[in-house]
């Protein structure tokens, strides 16, 4: 591994804080002290893509996704007056339990087939230097040109419906 | 560093399923689905390491998708929660024999 001691911690570091982040965020009864904690792991989602040569990725991360989705969840707890947490127990029965247990099982399986598999070898890093958006860009609007626009019209599409369905009708 | 991410990734998507599985607000569930989302991003950012940059290219777009999939789903619940008074999906049983 040509990568030093410091980056691994800080690697390590970042998954650890992002996994615990992601354990509480599930278990949390209040529905905005999920959404932050939701946050944090989007946090060091994008520090762990930042570690991962992709910087811009890194930063539409923090601006898309823990910037406006996660505000777009706060508003709408605060719009339908959801900040205290439920009376009645937020947890499903038995039936729930099991199958989660089973997801776990499938967690573990999974982790087992991921330990023995043989991975091809890095690609280089990025030269110093280089803009960070070029290695995206040159893709995004040649090769995946057609999806790209695609999007925009999937943006615009749910902006109108999102709109019709929330409006109050009278 | 590529194999920690992947199992990075899998913890995260894995404890979002769980929460879709053993949770009853709606909008709890909701974010559980973007976590599921994260994770796939997590595992396509670090093999875009082995294998070039489109597994960033196809995590903008994954991103493009969410910020749709979230303003329509939460439109969905609000109306919903005109209807009914609560997000709480115990309620939430039309569909049920």
């Given amino acids: 591994m040509q990568y030093g001691f410091l980056y691994q911690f800080f690697f390590y570091l ?36 930042i ?49 989660a247990g089973v997801a776990g099982l499938v967690l573990v399986a999974e982790l087992l087939v ?15 230097g280089t803009n960070i958006t070029v290695p995206i860009t040159e893709p995004l609007f040649r090769q995946y040109l057609l999806p790209f626009e695609l999007t925009s019209i999937l943006l615009l599409v749910a902006i109108v419906g999102a709109v019709v369905l929330a409006k109050r009708r009278g | 560093m590529v194999p920690e991410a992947l199992f990075f990734s899998a913890l995260l998507f894995v404890i979002g399923v769980v929460g879709v599985l053993t949770r009853r607000n709606a909008i709890i569930i909701f974010m559980c689905v973007e976590l599921m989302l ?13 294998y070039g940059a489109s597994g960033q290219v196809f995590v903008i777009f994954v991103m493009a998708v969410a910020a749709a999939e979230s303003a329509v789903g939460l439109a969905i619940i609000i109306a919903i929660f005109r209807h009914h008074e609560t997000v709480d999906l115990k309620n939430i049983n039309l569909l049920k024999g």
């Fill in chain 1, 14 to 49: 970042f998954g650890v804080i992002g996994v615990a982040s992601a354990i509480t965020f599930v278990t949390r009864k209040n529905p905005v002290a999920a959404a932050l904690w939701l946050v944090n792991t989007m946090f060091c989602l994008a520090a762990l893509y």
């Fill in chain 1, 51 to 99: 570690m991962m040569d992709a910087q811009f990725v890194g930063a539409v991360q923090v601006l898309v996704y823990a910037g406006a989705i996660m505000v777009v969840f706060l508003f709408v707890v605060m719009l339908l007056n959801l900040g205290q947490p439920s009376a009645a127990a937020d947890i499903k029965g038995t039936g729930a339990r099991i199958a």
């Fill in chain 1, 114 to 128: 991921l330990a023995r598999q043989k991975l091809p070898p890095l690609l280089p890093d990025l030269p110093r």
């Fill in chain 2, 38 to 50: 994260n994770a796939v991003n997590l595992s396509f950012i670090a093999l875009s390491r082995l």
